[in-house]
């Protein structure tokens, strides 16, 4: 990551690992434009155990998201397995903590994007995406879905959708991304990318 150099925000909760692969082909979309860096967080788990206490800094993977790193992104993908068709609670949580960002319009006009994964085919998809969609309107940020450009819209039987990129991990959470899978995801850390730059351009020129 260069310093200075705007960057999509690619920030996920995964506690089998499938939502975290998912953010890596995000984020190897996002790296595939030039310009533009992808930064990788998550989130840390919530517990019901009051004095549970997680390590500042998780033991492998991504560190844990700041408000900074959301309040300078340029543009934000964020993931999360579902949970009763919505968004798990680590994700909400953190999401929930960003009042301050809203009051100030830190993320007024920026694009945003969401991505899932569910152990069965209709497991809750789309309307976990559109859940994670909610708070990022109120934001004031500029949803980017997937268009039916991506011709593996058409031919997914797992994965997939117009509101985001999903996954189909299976009852165990082993099932790897198949093909149409890995490169909807691709495509949308592009598309973020690409419209995060058009924007920032956008902003830098109103003022």
């Not at 533009?36 to 560190?63: L, M, Q, Y």
């Not at 980017?144 to 009852?171: F, R, V, W």
């Amino acid at each position: 990551m260069t310093a200075n150099r705007p960057y999509v925000l690619i920030l996920f909760y995964s506690r089998h690992g499938a939502t975290r692969a998912m953010a890596e082909r995000l984020a190897a979309g996002v790296e595939a434009c030039p310009g533009i860096d992808a930064r990788r967080r998550t989130v840390p788990a919530v517990s019901a155990t009051c004095e549970a206490v997680a390590p500042e800094i998780p033991e492998e993977g991504a560190v844990y998201a700041t408000l900074e790193d959301l309040r300078h992104c340029a543009g934000l993908a964020i993931g999360s397995p579902t949970r009763f068709g919505n968004m798990a609670a680590p994700l909400k949580h953190f999401i929930d903590g960003t009042s301050e960002l809203w009051l100030g319009g830190a993320l007024i006009d920026k694009p945003a994007t969401a991505f899932t994964s569910t152990s069965s085919l209709h497991g809750g998809q789309e309307t976990t995406l559109i859940s994670m969609l909610l708070p990022l309107l109120h934001h004031g940020m500029v949803y980017a879905g997937l268009p039916y450009s991506e011709i593996e819209l058409m031919q997914t039987a797992g994965g997939g959708t117009p509101y985001g990129a999903s996954h189909l991990a299976g009852t165990r959470s082993d099932r790897p991304l198949d093909e149409q899978e890995r490169s909807l995801a691709f495509a949308q850390g592009q598309r973020v990318a690409r419209l995060a730059l058009a924007l920032e351009a956008s902003r830098r020129e109103a003022k």
